[in-house]
């Protein structure tokens, strides 16, 4: 473990020389089929991180957002989100992270985890079993079980079940006193749970490179992980959107998403 965050760890500072290389209020993009924005960093960060991984670990396995390189039976596969938050990216607001986790297939669980913020220098990391730290400094969730006067990040696509709209979730946390933000990036704001600065985070959206590493940096800081309907998900492919938080809030922000 100590061996795959090393790299883990590595590939992020490597990442942030790309990604604030290309930052800027002039930053060019394209648009993709879903309608979401693109950037030159967005390639090049995954490009790399496929690079790399292959160098050392070539028999592992690579989920990125932008490209993948899929070995059939392995048993590890990364799973990388090169700009959570390309929009305010794209359009050159310092809102935006990197992610990386190394995913055990045979449980569809993270084991290594890294979280990276280029622009205020703040890599968030975690083993499984070995605490969550930031800048080398352990984190830990808060220890509120109230909702009032807390804060919650949401963000995310739409998911195809009427029961569950972003809407809906908003009308019914602001009613409990919860501030929800919408930051564009998912990763950027939930991170803050596990820092303790956040109650939870509510991904209304199915791709799993929003959310890997995130899930297990949370835990690793006392927190809790599911899926929106409260049931364990895998991480290595899509699932039912997420939901973190710092564990005693969980099952009250649940009943607001239902």
């Not at 045979?106 to 730290?133: E, L, R």
Request: charged share 20%; proline share 3%.
């Amino acid at each position: 473990m100590d061996e795959y965050l090393s790299v883990a760890k590595e590939i992020a500072e490597g990442v942030a020389e790309i990604a604030l290389k290309y930052f800027g209020f002039e930053t060019e993009r394209t648009w993709k089929s879903d309608n979401t924005p693109l950037t030159q960093a967005d390639t090049e960060i995954n490009s790399f991180v496929i690079q790399k991984i292959n160098s050392i670990f070539s028999d592992h396995s690579i989920l990125g957002e932008e490209e993948s390189n899929i070995k059939p039976g392995s048993k590890y596969i990364w799973v990388c989100d090169p700009i959570d938050g390309t929009m305010p990216y794209s359009c050159g607001l310092p809102t935006l992270t990197f992610s990386l986790a190394l995913v055990d297939q045979t449980t569809g669980q993270p084991i290594v985890a890294v979280v990276n913020d280029p622009i205020m220098k703040n890599m968030y990391w975690a083993v499984k079993g070995g605490g969550a730290f930031l800048n080398g400094k352990r984190i830990y969730v808060s220890q509120s079980s109230e909702l009032k006067n807390t804060y919650l990040n949401i963000d995310g696509g739409s998911i195809k079940d009427l029961s569950f709209t972003k809407e809906k979730t908003i009308t019914a946390l602001r009613q409990h006193g919860i501030k929800s933000m919408v930051l564009l990036s998912f990763i950027y704001g939930a991170i803050q749970v596990a820092n303790g600065k956040f109650v939870g985070g509510i991904f209304f959206g199915r791709f799993a490179h929003d959310v890997a590493a995130v899930k297990l940096i949370t835990e690793e800081a006392g927190g809790k992980a599911t899926d929106l309907k409260g049931n364990e998900r895998r991480y290595d492919g899509e699932g039912f959107g997420c939901l973190v938080t710092n564990a005693l809030a969980h099952d009250q922000i649940l009943a607001c998403i239902q």
